[in-house]
Each structure stands twice: as structure tokens, then as C-alpha cells.
């Protein structure tokens, strides 16, 4: 996608054996790319949100591989490797994924060929991500253009966090619809939910629909009730970070509450989901899937800039009241409408899962 009218992706190999991310600790106010060198920068960039949004977590950490790879290619190196790149996120299942995939591409080959085999694995990865979010883009488009058919005004789309391209490799997963729609001509509009506490919505959703130009509305994270009690809200399309075999949808912290609220309303809820975020072995969402508790600091402080143009930090509690901050809850699967995988629209059951993603 674009940024300043300049075509981008949120990740890629540079011509002398690194990788270049862009750091969105950073945006909306200043854009930076950072340089990863080592798999200790690729661990450090995951952990500390410079790169976030389960496909692009995952694809960072194969490139985590592929840079530990080029020093290290034994088997006590590729394990060491895999096993400190896993800790660095708990929730998306992405990064395991990711992981897995390279480790079983490694593993068989000699040590001498498995920088290169890795520096290709983590590329088509990451081509294989693009690929996915431009079929999830095609099959959300057909549910924007039935609404659009049907109601002939604007199509009016909620979503949570940020699963838009900078989520991704490219494209995103949940606006990956919304960008197909609005290039096929379709009136649309999102609400972004500013998605306390880190405002990825606020932040990066806002920044890239207003990069393309994409009509757009931030809200406060409890707003989505009472536009869906008003009529103004068409349908919701939101991420994931792991999904069960049953249909039960991990997403950010306040995904939960907004599917009660577009259940209460019949407003229809899709999620939009990448096949690697999958989890087969998993059938309970609530009791099975671990849900990240970071720095209770992201809740007792924000940053923001001032009207001075400096980036400041301030603190929003009164000090010494204990915070507690939980990165994602889990929407169990009755509360969602279906699926949008890159194969198509799936209902969120495990019958229909099995029967359409294996
Ligand atoms: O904590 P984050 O910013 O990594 O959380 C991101 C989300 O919850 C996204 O909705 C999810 O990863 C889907 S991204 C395509």
C-alpha cells in the first residue's frame, strides 16, 4: 500500500543480508524504518510492538530465523532460535506458525544450506501472506457490495484495532475488504475504534484509510454500542490472533464486547481470517488460548503530540492505583457471522470449519 502516494510494505529484505520494518511504535506522527540485523533485533521488534498484528508477527519472526541462519546454522542454534522467538508474543498463533514452518524447512538440510533455504522460506512467507489478504479482500468484497446492493447509500463498517496492511506484509486482513470496496467504487465508511490501550485504531488504522484516502470516523472504544442502536453501523469486520477449531475468534482487548453489542443489534459480525491463524488444536477459545497481560504502564500513561510539535508522555491515573492491562479477549463463535478466509466465507462452527479449511 501507500505512503505520501510512495508504494510500501510493512517488511523487507535489504540488498546486504537485513530486513527493514517500519517502526510503528512511531505513527501516526513521524514514519521511520528501522533496520533489523540480527535475530535479537527481530525478537526486540516483536516483543516491543515496533512490528505488530498476527501475519506480519509471524513473518518477522521468519525472518528472525533467516538472520540467526546466517551466523548459526546448527541444530542447537536453529532451536535456540526458534524457542527465543516464540516467547516474544503469547497470543498469535502466527508467530508459532511461522516458526514451525521454517524449523520443519531447516531441520533436514545440511547446515551449509540453510541460510539460503531460510532467507527464501521467510520470503515466501511473506508473498504467501500479500496473496491471502488479496483473496480475503475479494471474498469481503462480495458482503460490502450485498450491503451496498441492498441499502444503495453508503456502507457503513466498524472495526477494532488494526488489522490493515500494517498488520500485515500488505493489504491487511479486516480492511483488506474495506480497500477492495473502495477501489471497486463502493460508497463506504469505516468507524475506527480507537482500541485502548496502545490506539491502534486511533493511531494506525486512522493513519493508513487516511493515506488512501478511505472516508473514516474515530470513535471511542465505547461508542460502537449506541451507533449500532442508531442504524449506524452496517456490519463489523474485525482481525484475529487465533482462531479454534470451533470457531471461537481471539482478537485485541474490547472485540468481545463489540460482538455482544452487534449481536444485540443484528448487526452482522465478520472476522477476517488468514488459514495460519487456525489453531487445530484448539476447541475452547476462553479456557485454551493465553491471553498477553503486558506493562500496566500502556494504561497509566498515553503519548501524544503536543501543540508544540513535540511527542510527549503523560500520565492519565492517579499515581500508585494499580492498572492491569489484558491484550485480547476471546468472542465465542455463536457471535460471529462467518469467517472471511482467503478460501472463501466460513461459518464459524467446527463442522463447517473442517469441512471447508482442511
Ligand atoms: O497487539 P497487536 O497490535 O499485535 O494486536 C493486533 C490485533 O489484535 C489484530 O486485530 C490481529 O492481529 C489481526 S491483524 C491482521
Known sequence: MKVNGIPFRTIWPTADGAVEIIDQTRLPH??????????????????????????????????????????????????????????????AVNLHWAIERMRAVLSPLPVNMRA?????????????????????????????????????????????????????????TALAPIYTAFEAGIPLHVWVDETRPRNQGASLTAWELAQHGVPHTVIVDNAGGHLMQHAQVDMVIVGCDRVTSTGDVCNKIGTYLKALAA?????????????????????????????????????????????????????LTPKGSPAVNYGFDVTPARLVTGLITERGLVAANADAIRAQLI
Request: proline share 3%.
Open 30 to 91: 513521524e514514519f521511520v524504518t528501522l533496520r533489523l540485523e540480527s535475530m535479537r533485533d527481530a525478537e526486540f521488534a516483536i516483543r516491543e510492538m515496533q512490528v505488530r498484528g498476527a501475519p506480519l508477527i509471524g513473518v518477522t519472526a521468519a525472518y528472525g530465523v533467516a538472520l540467526s541462519m546466517r551466523h548459526h546454522a546448527s541444530d542447537a542454534a536453529l532451536q535456540a532460535t526458534c524457542d527465543m522467538l516464540a516467547k516474544a508474543r503469547p497470543t
Open 116 to 172: 539460503d533455504a531460510a532467507w527464501q522460506e521467510a520470503g515466501r512467507i511473506a508473498e504467501q501472506d500479500v496473496q491471502i489478504n488479496q483473496a480475503i479482500g475479494r471474498h469481503g468484497l462480495e458482503l460490502i457490495r450485498a450491503i451496498h446492493q441492498q441499502k444503495n447509500e453508503t456502507v457503513n463498517i466498524l472495526t477494532h484495532c488494526n488489522a490493515g496492511w500494517l498488520a500485515t506484509v500488505d493489504w491487511g
Open 263 to 315: 449481536f444485540d443489534n443484528g448487526v452482522p459480525f465478520y472476522v477476517a481470517m488468514p488459514t495460519p491463524t487456525l489453531d487445530w488444536t484448539l476447541q475452547d477459545g476462553v479456557q485454551e488460548i493465553p491471553i498477553e497481560e503486558r506493562d500496566a504502564e500502556e494504561v497509566t500513561h498515553v503519548s501524544g503530540l503536543c501543540d508544540d510539535g513535540q511527542i510527549r508522555r503523560v500520565q
